[in-house]
């Protein structure tokens, strides 16, 4: 008995949702630690402000990141 695998669309589809998951995950912890100092250095309103505008943006983008992801893997795993 000959055992082949066969890479299929579906098997992409699935790695590559979980690799974008992944990137965006790791952009999630990159604001949670971004903001954790901002918080330990005890800065005033206004610094505050300027650096939580600095995070919202790769924290929407990150969070778009893991959605579009999982959303990959699911639709891998049902076509599969």
């Given at each position: ?60 983008g990150s969070l778009f990141l893991s959605v579009i992801g999982l ?10």
């Open positions: 008995m000959e055992d082949t695998q066969t890479t299929t669309v579906f098997d992409i589809l699935i790695w590559s949702g979980a690799l974008i998951s992944l990137i965006g995950l790791c952009g999630l912890i990159w604001c949670i630690v971004f903001i954790a100092r901002a918080r330990r250095a005890k800065l005033s309103d206004d610094e505050m402000r300027v650096r939580l505008r600095k995070a919202i943006p790769l924290n929407l959303m990959l893997v699911v639709l891998g795993i049902f076509m599969a």
